[in-house]
């Protein structure tokens, strides 16, 4: 009887486990919505592109007021003056993106079926770079890819950010991405949806904790005034935080879970190069 | 007694060159620290490496070059522990909750 049960339990899981799995991206977008919706009713889905800042007035005032002339135009200055200059063969990083890199970064990251992975804005950046004679920047590099990144994102302020799955190799990307989301790592045993869907909201320590959705939108930021600091740098804070080794920018790892993450910001807008905290 | 403490303020002291384990924690240090460095390995090859199993980990091997035998086995057992717990950790049910 115990072996038929176990058997049953061992059928069901079988059954229960693939239903879970192939929710839609857009299925899952939708719940995530409706939790948020739920947890805050009383806040408007645009505003989730200001992070913790939506759910702390003072905060956001604050937010408001340093945006009228922010700390870090000179470093944007200097990533208008890379996005501009020309290669050693005449050509521009416009020359690589449609209507000249305006309203792009809302498709960023996309599968690309003949490479077979994801493609995030920075590699499109370096896929640019190596088209044209030039070798690729790290990631990591705040001073090149960072500040580079930073004004070229400004240029898809206001898009609404559109991210595609379509075809298996992209949904397994996604799931890995999701898989990723939601796997609890580091000696506090935490998955970044145990602070950002289960505790956005909450404050730990003296921090309030963003909510995950519209966190996509927003990056890279500016962390008091002039520390920049993008999407792929904060996933490896993180994951320093809760004390496991982080992975390396640009890593296939992040590029999925930006994948991930960045889907279910989709409806929102972009607003690239902010100052935060 | 008062030759035997002046003698004692005459030495100076001497840090002791590295030298074969005689750790007062049972087992090898040596066989430890391999053991550390391979569960360490082991665990980042699967994403599932905690910090505190690196820290643990470089805390062994500088006090291998030491030859600090107790402190390389009491950091390499932390070390082994805390990749362990990371790999173990990898396999865990997700925490999605909806």
């Known amino acids: 009887m115990k072996q038929r049960v176990a058997l049953f339990a061992a059928l069901a899981a079988l059954v229960a486990g693939p239903s879970v799995a192939l929710a839609t991206p857009e299925q899952d977008r939708e719940e995530f919505v409706r939790y948020f919706n739920k947890k805050f009713p009383n806040l408007k889905y645009e505003d989730y592109i200001f992070g913790a800042l939506a759910l702390n007035p003072d905060a956001k005032t604050q937010y408001d007021t340093i945006m009228e002339f922010p700390p870090f135009l000179n470093e944007l200055d200097h990533g208008k003056k890379m996005w501009e200059t020309p290669f050693k063969n005449g050509r521009t990083y416009a020359s690589c993106f449609p209507d000249g890199g305006r309203n792009v970064v809302g498709n960023y990251p996309y599968f690309d079926d003949k490479l077979g992975k994801v493609v995030t804005f920075e590699m499109a950046i370096n896929m640019c770079r190596e088209a044209n004679g030039e070798h690729p920047y790290k990631h990591s590099d705040m001073?090149?890819?960072?500040?580079?990144?930073?004004?070229?994102?400004?240029?898809?302020?206001?898009?609404?950010?559109?991210?595609?799955?379509?075809?298996?190799?992209?949904?397994?990307?996604?799931?890995?991405?999701?898989?990723?989301?939601?796997?609890?790592?580091?000696?506090?045993?935490?998955a970044c949806s145990t602070c950002h869907v289960d505790n956005g909201g909450n404050t730990l320590r003296t921090e309030l904790l963003s909510p995950a959705l519209g966190h996509a939108t927003h990056w890279p930021v500016f962390r008091?005034?002039?520390?920049?600091?993008?999407?792929?740098?904060?996933?490896?804070?993180?994951?320093?935080?809760?004390?496991?080794?982080?992975?390396?920018?640009?890593?296939?790892?992040?590029?999925?879970?930006?994948?991930?993450?960045?889907?279910?910001?989709n409806g929102l807008e972009i607003r690239s190069s902010v100052f935060r905290k | 007694m008062l030759a035997a403490a002046l003698?004692?303020?005459?030495?100076?002291?001497?840090?002791?060159?590295?030298?074969?384990?005689?750790?007062?924690?049972?087992?090898?240090?040596k066989a430890a620290l391999a053991q550390a460095e391979a569960d360490v390995q082991e665990a980042k090859s699967k994403n599932a490496l905690w910090t505190t199993a690196t820290a643990a980990l470089k805390a062994a091997q500088a006090a291998a070059a030491k030859g600090e035998w107790d402190a390389v086995m009491k950091n390499a057992k932390v070390a082994s522990e805390q990749a362990r717990l990371g790999i173990a950790q990898s396999k865990y049910p997700v925490a999605k909750h909806f």
Do not use: I, W
């Not at chain 1, 992040?254 to 991930?260: G, P, V």
């Open chain 2, 7 to 29: 003698a004692g303020c005459e030495t100076a002291p001497v840090t002791p060159a590295p030298s074969e384990p005689k750790a007062a924690f049972s087992g090898d240090p």
């Open chain 1, 143 to 190: 001073k090149t890819m960072g500040v580079l990144t930073a004004y070229a994102r400004t240029l898809s302020d206001g898009m609404k950010v559109n991210v595609k799955v379509q075809g298996p190799e992209a949904m397994k990307a996604y799931e890995d991405g999701k898989k990723f989301f939601y796997t609890r790592r580091g000696q506090l045993n935490f």
């Open chain 1, 224 to 265: 008091q005034g002039t520390n920049l600091v993008t999407l792929h740098k904060r996933y490896a804070g993180c994951l320093e935080q809760v004390r496991a080794e982080p992975l390396p920018e640009g890593s296939t790892e992040f590029n999925n879970l930006e994948y991930f993450h960045t889907y279910m910001s």
